[in-house]
């Protein structure tokens, strides 16, 4: 976000540059019109930048310059540049996978991780990607490039017609001007983030297209009125509409709220009774992209109804098939029932996906182990990391470990550490 603001002022500035070398005039008339609030804006900036300058922005900017610098290399964890990166990079697969229609609208979140998510911030499924940081990237991989033709041609208009307005230098020269940087920084601002699914970016926007298009000529004030009625009637409807619409997303909300907290208590039942409350043809997802289904098939699993579980993770699966706790749950489910080989298979598909999520990685250890597979589960052990997952499962390390050497007080943090090439035993 910060390299998107980065840029706006800069574009605002040469925009303004430009505009005072080619038209001085004007330029000092505005300068002069509005010198107070300029005057004004430089003082604060200059405030702020003090401010952060004692509270070390200085080396956060460097920080940010090497994050730039190394951005295809580096750590997706902690590296919002090379986030980026590798988001646009999935996207651009995405486009090309389906470059006409595009993988369907909201479908972006659903697709992304089958590229895999490993050493990102979502490698362990507590953290779903939901955008790309890129306006027209998402609106290409979701609905086509067609579609993206389509969205450009429409600012395209704007800046025709702005430009058309400029150059007839009318009684609003100066305020025309500004929307066009306007218009300019907001396009800006869409190539690293995601205005357009923002509520206060498309007001803003909407303010920019009511003024680009008002018409200064008195003589088609007249044709304007007479269509007033028919706008009116069409915008009242669409109202309407988005009112509906919006007044159940909030009573989704609030259900998806208290879903949550019945999760977080353990109370199953009301976990069950929240969701039976959501449409699944209006809420398939929860805002951060988890399958609604998900959440009954963890209720129906803790009251040991492996059944129920087993229905509502394959239909979370249909919605979001490269969630990892998705695939993790639903594989356990069909473990439990004895259907190994599609067990294993969901197991790999998630390890796939991310290669670090040890949840689902010990899950498949205890598949391995009980199917007769000791060396591929000693394999799969070794590539676990979290010793709290492996104590949990000492009896599981220490059988497939030889018993002959096998220190009898030995932790699980000390048995992962043996098997993961440190042979010593430790002293007792």
């Known amino acids: 976000m910060w390299i998107a603001a980065l840029l706006i002022i800069l574009t605002a500035f040469l925009g303004f540059l430009w505009y005072a070398l080619q038209y001085r005039e004007q330029a000092m008339r505005f300068l002069n019109k509005y010198r107070s609030w300029i005057f004004s804006g430089i003082a604060l900036i200059i ?3 003090f401010f952060e300058w004692k509270t070390g922005i200085w080396s956060t900017i460097e920080n940010k310059v090497h994050e730039l610098a190394s951005a295809p290399a580096g750590n997706l964890r902690s590296n919002s540049v090379s986030e980026r990166y590798f988001l646009w990079n999935s996207s651009m697969e995405i486009i090309k996978e389906h470059p006409l229609l595009g993988n369907g609208a909201g479908n ?3 697709e992304i991780n089958k590229f895999g998510v490993t050493n990102t911030a979502a490698e362990f499924g ?7 940081h890129n306006d027209f990237l998402c609106i290409a991989s979701e609905s086509g490039i067609p579609a993206l033709i389509v969205y450009l ?11 058309r307005k400029i150059k007839r230098r009318g009684s609003r020269y100066t305020e025309q001007v500004m929307l066009f940087a306007g218009l300019l920084g907001y396009l800006t601002y869409a190539f690293f983030e995601f205005p357009k699914d923002r509520p206060e970016h498309l007001a803003l926007l909407g303010i920019y297209l009511g003024f680009i298009l008002m018409d ?7 044709a304007l009125q007479k269509s007033s009625k028919l706008v009116f009637g069409i915008g009242t409807l669409l109202l309407v509409a988005v009112l509906g619409f919006n007044s159940y997303d909030i009573y989704a909300e609030y259900n998806l709220l208290k879903l949550n907290n019945a999760r977080f208590r353990e109370a199953w039942n009301e976990v069950l009774l929240r969701s039976d409350k959501l449409n699944p043809m209006l809420i398939g997802t929860d805002m951060n992209g988890v399958p609604v289904s998900w959440y009954a098939g963890i209720a129906h699993f803790n009251l040991a109804d492996v059944a129920g579980a087993k ?9 979001s098939p490269y969630n990892i706790h998705v695939l993790n749950n639903l594989g356990t489910c069909y473990a439990i029932v004895g259907d190994t080989s599609k067990a294993a298979a969901l197991y790999k598909r998630a390890l796939a996906v991310s ?5 689902c990685r010990i899950n498949y250890c205890l598949l391995l182990f009980n199917e ?3 060396e591929q589960c000693l394999c799969q052990l070794k590539k676990i990391t979290d010793l709290e997952i492996l104590e949990k499962n000492l009896n599981l390390v220490t059988a497939v470990l030889d018993p002959q050497k096998i220190h009898p007080f030995m932790t699980g943090a000390e048995a992962y550490r043996f098997i993961a090439g440190q042979k010593q035993f430790p002293s007792r």
């Open 311 to 319: 229905a509502c993770f394959e239909n979370a699966c249909l919605l």
């Open 355 to 359: 290669d670090v999520f040890d949840e």
């Open 153 to 163: 041609c429409f600012f395209l208009f704007l800046f025709i017609t702005i430009g």
């Open 108 to 110: 972006w979140k659903t």
């Open 372 to 374: 007769g597979h000791s």
């Open 216 to 222: 200064e000529k008195k003589e088609d004030q007249g």
């Open 47 to 49: 405030l702020i930048s």
């Open 126 to 132: 507590n953290v779903n990607f939901l955008q790309p």
